[in-house]
């Protein structure tokens, strides 16, 4: 782990996972500016450190660098005890994740069971070991980052929908646990559609394939969710294109649902193999 220096300070912490690029390297930024100070946590030291740098020269606050694989039980042990020992930890925000595409039969075994362990245990043993040392203080806020597609079920991509299907549920009931423990503690379930983030691109999915005015930018993201953490609003969607479908969505019955997104990866199927062919 790398550390600044100085860090005796009074100002907020706020732990970020999955910190290097995307939503994660775009909160890092935003909340360095609103003064608080910085654990950062991804697998990949060298663009951890890159992003830690940056930051440190544009804003003055301290920044610590915490490399750890979430998918992992040893990276998880090693989070627990960091964020248990914090007292000045106000924000935690879970974001670590990926993509992995296909349909179950032939997805890899090993990354479905790293999928599962990134995007559902680790945002869980993170919020229990932060939680406590919140509700002593009284003060804190968790959010996690989940998606629109945990609203909803994807063929080909069955897996990431679920995981981020129980974030959202998860984050609901925690929320509902805070208030009747009467603690002024929020949890968030942060529910971006498309987002212009390597996630996408790593798991082969081309902008060209989904229509312009459906894409987010990881500012918009970050700003809409801060400013609805304010309310305590607890599953947030930024954009007004996916309010409005999500919406719609809890408005019609599931079979229609699923008859409509049936429909809809028939034709980007259809379009792949005309592309292919």
């Known amino acids: 782990m790398a550390t600044d220096t100085n860090l005796t300070t009074q100002r ?5 996972t999955g910190a290097t690029v995307g939503i994660g390297a775009e909160f890092a930024r935003r909340l360095a500016r609103e003064g608080y100070d910085l654990l950062l946590v991804s697998r990949d030291l060298a663009r951890l450190n890159a ?6 020269e544009a804003a003055n606050v301290n920044v610590e660098t915490l490399s750890l694989d979430l998918s992992e039980d040893q990276g998880n042990s090693r989070l627990e005890a960091e964020l248990a020992d914090r007292p000045r930890l106000e924000l935690l925000v879970n974001n670590a994740g990926f993509l992995l595409k296909g349909d179950l039969t032939q997805a890899d075994l090993e990354g479905l069971r790293r999928m599962n362990t990134l995007h559902m245990e680790a945002p869980m043993r993170a919020c ?7 509700m002593q203080r009284n003060k804190g806020a968790i959010i996690n980052v ?3 597609a945990g609203m909803v079920c994807s063929p080909g991509n069955i897996n990431y929908c679920s995981t981020k299907a129980y974030l959202i549920h ?5 929320e509902l646990e805070m208030r009747l423990a009467g603690k002024k503690v ?4 942060l529910c971006p559609g498309y987002t212009r983030t390597e996630i996408h691109a790593r ?4 902008p060209r394939d989904i229509p312009a005015g459906l894409w987010l930018k990881c500012a918009d993201v970050v700003d809409y969710s801060l400013r609805m953490l304010k309310t305590r609003k607890v599953v947030v969607v930024p954009g007004g294109n996916y309010r409005f479908l999500t919406g719609l969505l809890r408005l019609l019955p599931r079979t229609w649902v699923s008859g409509l997104v049936h429909r809809e990866q028939r034709v980007q ?3 792949r193999a005309n592309k292919d062919s």
């Open 128 to 134: 229990r070991a932060a939680l406590p040392g919140m």
């Open 51 to 56: 992003v830690a740098d940056q930051i440190r």
């Open 203 to 206: 798991a082969g999915v081309s």
């Open 12 to 16: 907020p912490l706020a732990a970020i």
């Open 186 to 189: 929020h949890i968030q379930a």
């Open 269 to 271: 199927r259809r379009r």
């Open 146 to 148: 989940a998606s629109i």
């Open 170 to 174: 998860f984050s609901e009931g925690l």
